[in-house]
């Protein structure tokens, strides 16, 4: 399995990098069945992130290869998510710096990889609000940052308010940190259990909740 996780400028390098390495790590404990890079829409370049840190994307964003397409999402001010660029001061809020994406090849690219049979495309935090703005949520289940979950539902998604959200091709992690419970579920479900424990053992992580699927039956009110 071969995921490809998204630089864009002013991503957030949680997002990025806490399953960048849980995924890295599950690539060494399956015996290589695991590999990851860093890409962009625009291909080889150093990305910035919205608190100053650079990474390096190693090519360009593949829609069509098999395997995982993660989506992070931005840092900066937080501001009000809706806030148009240039308010409440200047570009550098999370919402500007989502809404930019959308001004690149990304969301065609991200089309092109949600239409592909073979290809899971995921999120954390804010990459899910940047495939909702890119009119890919549609119908689907997501989840998001909990300041966020509005903006969610305005791009069409039935948001859940969980932890990770698994609706098929499409899985979605909440806050920044969910990037390590995203990592593991994602070894769990495509490598199996016994190698997402290994990983989850040696980070010292615990996963929180339950996992939410649409399935089973719907609970009665609490």
Known sequence: M???????????PL???APYEVLHAGGIASGGAVTVELVSAEGARAVRSGIGLTLHATTALDPARPGLVLVPGAAGRVGELDEAPGEGGGDEHISALLRRTLTTELPALLKAAM?????IVTAVCGGSLVLAMAGLLAGRHATTHHLAIGLLEGGGAHAVRARVVDDGDLVTGAGVTSGLDLGLYLLEREIGPRVAHAVEELFAH?????VWRDAGPAPAPL
């Open 206 to 210: 615990e996963r929180r909740g339950v």
């Open 2 to 12: 071969h995921a490809q996780i998204v630089l864009f400028d002013g991503f957030d």
């Open 15 to 17: 997002d990025v990098i």
């Open 115 to 119: 239409g592909h049979p073979e290809v």
